[in-house]
């Protein structure tokens, strides 16, 4: 056996042994807890996900029909960017209401893009088809089913839904995706302000810039998060 084959046995072991059930649990707060309506999809087949896969050709068959993955991507996945995983995924985290919500999303649409028996077994482009999901899930989450309850997102929720999560809690959120803390939670990168808000900022000015319309929305620098150390 070449050392591929045995780092792809490894990964398809611990995958189906551990990871899968994350995935299963968390997709059942999320469908119970989270969605706002019931997917037929899910209910459809969650006695399947239940119960236990045993190849990647049974995974796919799975996921494709529980995300419409053929009906919502044909051909190539184009104009992904990894800083949009990072903007969806520290929006969720710091902004995210509710942490046992918050960690279904992770633990199961998260989990699912950044799994590297997934992108190993499956393909580069399955996995950036379950990538493009999570990020369609989350900023419904922001977008459509309440977490933000305001008609249209601009940079100064960012720190008016800065929600109340401890540094652990982010952290071991944070870990799952393979992130770090951020070194202030009222100020986050550029790009990540870019997806949560849709607003570019200028590269050389971004920070004093975010200061002026916290400022301008009336939010002292009193209220604006602690620096955190972090090392």
């Known amino acids: ?37 019931k997917d037929d999809r899910y209910e459809k087949l969650s006695p399947v996900l239940g119960k236990s896969l045993h190849s990647a050709d049974q995974l796919r068959k799975v996921l494709t029909e529980l995300n419409e993955l053929d009906d919502r991507f044909v051909g190539e996945v184009l104009h992904w960017d990894e800083q949009l995983l990072q903007g969806a995924t520290y929006s969720l985290v ?17 989990a699912l893009s950044v799994d590297p028996f997934i992108q190993f077994s499956l393909g580069n482009e399955f996995s950036k088809k379950l990538k493009s999901t999570y990020l369609d899930t989350v900023g419904c989450y922001f ?6 309850q305001e008609p249209e997102i601009f940079p100064v929720h960012w720190q008016m839904y800065l929600n109340d999560f401890t540094c652990s809690e ?12 951020l070194s202030n939670p009222s ?16 590269e050389d000015d971004y920070l ?8 301008e929305a009336g939010i002292d620098d009193d209220e604006l998060a602690a620096p955190r150390v972090i090392g």
Do not use: C
């Not at 792809?8 to 649990?25: G, N, P």
């Not at 982010?170 to 803390?181: F, Y």
């Not at 100020?187 to 200028?202: I, L, N, T, Y």
């Open 1 to 37: 056996m070449s050392n591929e084959e045995e780092y792809q046995q490894l990964l398809e072991q611990e995958f189906f042994q551990l990871t899968w059930k994350s995935i299963v649990d968390g997709l059942s707060h999320f469908h119970e807890k989270v969605l706002p309506y």
């Open 187 to 202: 100020f986050p990168p550029r790009h990540v302000m870019k997806w949560f808000s849709g607003v570019s900022f200028d």
């Open 94 to 110: 710091y902004l995210g209401q509710g942490i046992e919500d918050v960690a279904s999303i992770i633990d199961s649409f998260g």
């Open 170 to 181: 982010r952290d071991e959120l944070l870990n799952k995706m393979d992130l770090h803390p």
């Open 208 to 215: 004093s810039q975010l200061l002026d319309v916290y400022s």
């Open 143 to 148: 977008a459509e089913w309440g977490a933000i």
